[in-house]
């Protein structure tokens, strides 16, 4: 049976048999039993890891050890509200930190980075933080919610997201959008910051 670990660009996690291509941490959700109970952070440090770093290995879901989440992509990561490990993913999250200083001014630490991030992408009852936006300023990378189902934002397309990839794409909707990605990584993403895609986006 799948753990409870796969994120959802709305910020849900699920339990579903598909690959992610990267790996997340929000610290230790789940018990002894491997199975996520109410919270679904222990802190504001969201990050963003690759799945394979200098020959280390983890049992998923180990007891009293952070809980591993994974996602399709970074894309999908930075909609959940992570941004890149400045540990496994140094120059990205160099490069992200750049451009988020470039958006939003200097921080001090990337803890300052986290608490500043943490306040766009939740509310107090756990519920993601949405925004309005014209569907034409919404730069690549970012997903929106169309008929209430996410979809990835790529040049003048949008891809309809599934967990096991995405799916056939179409031009991008008229008009006002619901966007996913919080605000402040939107801004960071308008400025050039380019995540992983899956290769279903070929």
């Given at each position: 049976m799948p753990l409870q670990n796969r994120v959802l660009p709305t910020g849900q996690i699920v339990a579903h048999p598909?690959?992610?291509?990267?790996?997340?941490n929000r610290g230790i959700l789940?018990?002894?039993?491997?199975?996520l109970g109410p919270a679904r952070w222990r802190?504001?440090?969201?990050?963003?890891?690759?799945?394979?770093?200098?020959?280390?290995?983890?049992?998923?879901m180990h007891?009293?050890?952070?809980?591993?989440?994974?996602?399709?992509?970074?894309?999908?990561?930075l909609a959940a509200g992570h941004r890149p490990c400045a540990e496994c993913r140094r120059a990205d999250y160099t490069r992200f930190r750049k451009l988020w200083e470039q958006a939003h001014g200097p921080v001090a630490t990337a803890a300052a980075?986290?608490?500043?991030?943490?306040?766009?992408?939740?509310?107090?009852?756990?519920?993601?933080?949405?925004?309005?936006?014209a569907a034409r300023d919404v730069p690549a990378g970012s997903f929106i919610a169309v008929n209430d189902q996410p979809h990835l934002v790529v040049s003048d397309c949008i891809f309809p997201f599934t967990l096991?990839?995405?799916g056939s794409p179409f031009i991008?909707?008229?008009?006002?959008t619901t966007v996913l990605?919080?605000?402040?990584?939107v801004a960071v993403l308008r400025l050039g910051y380019a995540p992983q895609l899956h290769p279903s986006t070929r």
């Open positions: 598909a690959r992610g291509t990267m790996m997340g789940h018990d002894d039993a491997r199975r802190h504001p440090h969201w990050i963003c890891c690759v799945l394979s770093f200098k020959g280390r290995h983890r049992q998923i007891p009293k050890r952070y809980t591993e989440l994974f996602f399709l992509d970074e894309a999908v990561a980075l986290d608490r500043a991030l943490h306040r766009a992408r939740v509310t107090r009852d756990r519920q993601q933080v949405r925004h309005h936006a096991d990839g995405y991008l909707p008229k008009g006002m990605t919080p605000a402040p990584l």
